[in-house]
């Protein structure tokens, strides 16, 4: 009789795994990383051309008055409010992580350019290599964003 | 029912690493084309400072940039890397669902 009851035991025990097991296969698919978010490879786009333009206009008066900070700074107001609308929606999607660390990345380098501009007017030599770094940091968030389209990346 | 459990194993390796192995060299070239571009771009504040063409504090922010670039590009190797692992792991998971609703002779799961 308690042999029995053991045996019967040691079966439910395997029944139960096989059903977690079964259970856990047929969840379909696991998903590590947030999915594909339009509005964020929209807004991102459009910070970039934002930043391009700005770059283009800068060295356009390299020499002018109008290269100082001070006749720019809508644009360093803009690029801050568009960063902050992209963070908070970031932030807002699940296992979205690490393109929140990498939007916040690109805050600092925001805040850090408009530092430099503070300092004085930027020369083509000081804009190549911003502009090579900001298109990096652009290129990676969209990048991994498309990719998180599952197969499209 | 037969499952053939080290088939069914060998089958999903083949599936997991098939993914990988799809996956990996995009994610390669693309850190080889940023990592070049990074240099370069450490070259240029680099040369513009021995210069003198920027002071320490504008090298200073520069550089700040360029390390937030590096950052960025990083974790998206990172990300593009948990994306194939987990593209690698549903391939794997679809074998397994296949063999044993082909075992069962029916779409159990």
């Given at each position: 009789m308690k042999k029995n009851i053991i045996l019967y035991l040691k079966s439910c025990r395997h029944l139960f795994v096989i059903l977690v097991v079964l259970s856990i296969i047929s969840g379909c698919s696991v998903m590590m990383i947030s999915d594909y978010d339009e509005k964020t490879d929209t807004a991102v786009t459009e910070l970039q051309k934002q930043v391009e333009t700005f770059f283009v206009t800068v060295e356009s008066q390299?020499?002018?008055?109008?290269?100082?900070?001070e006749d720019h700074k809508s644009f360093y107001q803009d690029s801050k409010i568009a960063i902050s609308a992209i963070e908070v929606r970031a932030r807002a999607l699940p296992k979205n992580e690490i393109t929140i660390k990498m939007v916040g990345l690109l805050n600092d380098s925001l805040n850090s350019l408009e530092e430099l501009h503070k300092l004085g007017c930027l020369t083509p030599g000081h804009i190549a290599p911003l502009r090579s770094n900001f298109n990096s940091s652009f290129t990676a968030i969209l990048k991994l964003e498309l990719a998180k389209k599952r197969g499209d990346g | 029912m037969s499952i053939d459990v080290a088939d069914i194993a060998a089958k999903m390796l083949e599936a997991f690493k098939g993914q990988l192995t799809k996956k990996w060299p995009e994610v390669k070239v693309y850190a080889e084309t940023e990592a070049r571009k990074l240099a370069e771009t450490l070259v240029m504040i680099e040369k513009l400072k021995l210069a003198g063409e920027i002071t320490d504090e504008q090298a200073k922010l520069q550089l700040q940039i360029q390390k937030n670039a590096c950052r960025t590009v990083f974790l998206a190797i990172e990300g593009l890397g948990i994306i194939a692992v987990e593209q690698a792991i549903n391939a794997a998971l679809g074998v397994l669902k296949d063999a044993i609703n082909t075992a069962l002779k029916f779409p159990l799961i």
């Open positions: 390299v020499g002018l008055p109008e290269c100082k900070y | -």
